[in-house]
Each structure stands twice: as structure tokens, then as C-alpha cells.
């Protein structure tokens, strides 16, 4: 079992920047790849960004790339996603996941509880 809590979210204006942190406990955080969901008002939960058990290799939705930047601290069971140049579109709740690496939201078993983010135009 793995137990994941988000942090971070807040209101940011258009053009600003975040940091999310996802803290894990339970068992072994290096054993699973992590990922970022977010789901919007009135729309599905959708891909974010993912990163493997190392954090050598990451992977972004093509709307964040450039923009967005996942990481992991394996040392402190923790990992976070950079996000600058915010736009309103990328309001919503962001989720947390602990998984088997890819862009699907069926291979992730472990899911944290959400942070909201606002983006004001």
C-alpha cells in the first residue's frame, strides 16, 4: 500500500508558476513510476506528466511540454511537478499517482487526493 497527499495548488495568475509536491509513505517509493493527472470541470481526468522509478526518463501531454517539469526525489519519497507559464486552461484538480509507468490512468493503483489549482486570466 502506498499513501500519496499532494501540496501546492493555490490561485495564480495567467503566466505564473506553481510547484506541486507529492509526499509518499508505505512501501517502496523507487519500486513505481509516478505520474500527474489532472481533471478539469465537466471533463475527464487526463495525463499530466510521468517520470520512471529512476527519474531518467519523463513523459509529457503535449500541452504542458515546455511548459510543465516532473521530478522525483527518491531520498525523501517525494515528487513534484514544476509548472510555469501557467494559462487558465490548466485549471483544475491535479492528482498525484504511483504506478506502472505509462500514460494511462489504469496502470496507476496508488492515487492521492488532489490540489486544486486556479489559473485567473
Known amino acids: 500500500q502506498v499513501q500519496l497527499v499532494e501540496s501546492g495548488g493555490g490561485l495564480v495568475q495567467a503566466g505564473g508558476s506553481l510547484r506541486l509536491s507529492c509526499a509518499a509513505s508505505?512501501?517502496?517509493?523507487?519500486?513505481?513510476?509516478m505520474a500527474w493527472f489532472r481533471q478539469a470541470p465537466g471533463k475527464e481526468r487526463e495525463f499530466v506528466a510521468g517520470i520512471n522509478m529512476s527519474g531518467y526518463n519523463t513523459d509529457y501531454a503535449d500541452s504542458v511540454k515546455g511548459r510543465f517539469t516532473i521530478s522525483r526525489d527518491n531520498a525523501k519519497n517525494t515528487v513534484y511537478l514544476q509548472m510555469n507559464s501557467l494559462k487558465p486552461e490548466d485549471t483544475a484538480v491535479y492528482y498525484c499517482?504511483?504506478?506502472?509507468?505509462?500514460?494511462?490512468?489504469?496502470?496507476?493503483?496508488?492515487w492521492g487526493q488532489g490540489t486544486q489549482v486556479t489559473v485567473s486570466s
Open positions: 499517482a504511483a504506478g506502472r509507468r505509462s500514460t494511462s490512468q489504469s496502470t496507476y493503483a496508488y
Open positions: 508505505g512501501r517502496a517509493f523507487i519500486a513505481y513510476a
